[in-house]
């Protein structure tokens, strides 16, 4: 693709994402289907397994009822389910960061080898989704500092896959060059937010249009799954295009990354000059 290496405003930051996404779209929806259906279907038959064995009729309908072992099943469930899903969405994010990239700078490196890089940075990657998840949670009490501390940690993961940082190299790296175009940073990071959020709801709904749920807790846990699952594989590749169009953005104005790439073309062609051979 190699876009234009110039600074962006936040709509063509989104703009940018949206184009690395299209440029993309086969390898990005492949390595995340690859990852999220077995991980949704993980997740189903540990929340099903959970699931209490008896239900009681009452005036808000149909309610399960615990035992005090149910609930301590069903938190451990809940507490296996959102590891599962860091760890998966950490890895596609890490992939998509990876393939988009590559579009971005006009590598045309196989997306099936950009995968197996991110793979050697797994657990990296595990514990900074994790540190992240724990800091933004701490933050969100206060509810303003949550809001900017996971907008500052946002290209955490496009430097730790593309730099090859460690995990507070990647954070400090990312509070950095974000904290130095603020408003910037935030106003691309929530509003792919935001749109990711109005994606999710409008395929949940049109999925609840199609799909028919008994009043068993099996009916709803499949029909969450599907939409989840859905929503997933187009939102979480466009997400990180969008913030790999953000994390070369603040390269850009705060190194002058677009003027580093245009001297690599020079000495490409240099180098590739018959006159050099």
């Keep these: 693709m190699m876009p234009e290496l110039r600074p962006r405003g936040i709509g063509e930051i989104l703009d940018t994402g949206v184009a690395l996404y299209r440029e993309r779209f086969g390898p990005l929806i492949k390595v995340t289907l690859a990852v999220v259906i077995p991980l949704e279907i993980l997740s189903a038959l540990v929340q099903l ?58 590598n045309a490196e196989d997306p099936a080898t950009a995968v197996r890089n991110v793979g050697r940075r797994f657990f990296a990657l595990v514990g900074l989704s994790i540190v992240v998840t ?59 937010q935001l749109l990711s959020f109005a994606l999710t709801f409008g395929i949940a709904a049109l999925l609840g249009l199609f799909l028919t749920t008994s009043d068993s807790s099996t009916g709803a846990v499949i029909t969450q799954s599907v939409a989840n699952a859905v929503s997933a594989v187009i939102t979480t590749p466009l997400i990180a295009t969008v913030l790999v169009a953000l994390y070369f953005d603040l390269r850009i104005r705060a190194e002058g990354f677009d003027v580093q790439m245009m001297l690599m073309r020079l000495d490409s062609r240099r180098t590739d000059a018959p006159g050099d051979r």
Excluded: C, H, N
Excluded at 84 to 100: D, E, K, L, Y
Excluded at 165 to 188: C, D, E, H, P, Q
């Design 134 to 192: 724990l800091g933004v949670l701490v933050g969100f009490l206060l509810i303003v500092p949550g809001l900017v501390l996971i907008a500052l940690w946002s290209v955490a993961v496009p430097v730790l896959v593309l730099e090859g940082t460690g995990i507070s190299a990647a954070l400090g790296r990312s509070w950095k060059l974000a904290s130095a175009y603020f408003w910037i940073t935030i106003g691309a990071y929530w509003t792919v």
């Design 49 to 106: 397994s959970a699931q209490p064995d008896e239900y009681t009729v009452g005036v808000t309908g149909i309610q399960p009822v615990y035992d005090e072992s149910e609930f301590l099943l069903q938190i451990a469930a809940l507490f296996v389910i959102l590891g599962v899903q860091t760890m998966g969405t950490a890895f596609v994010t890490a992939a998509a960061t990876r393939i988009s990239a590559d579009a971005y700078v006009g």
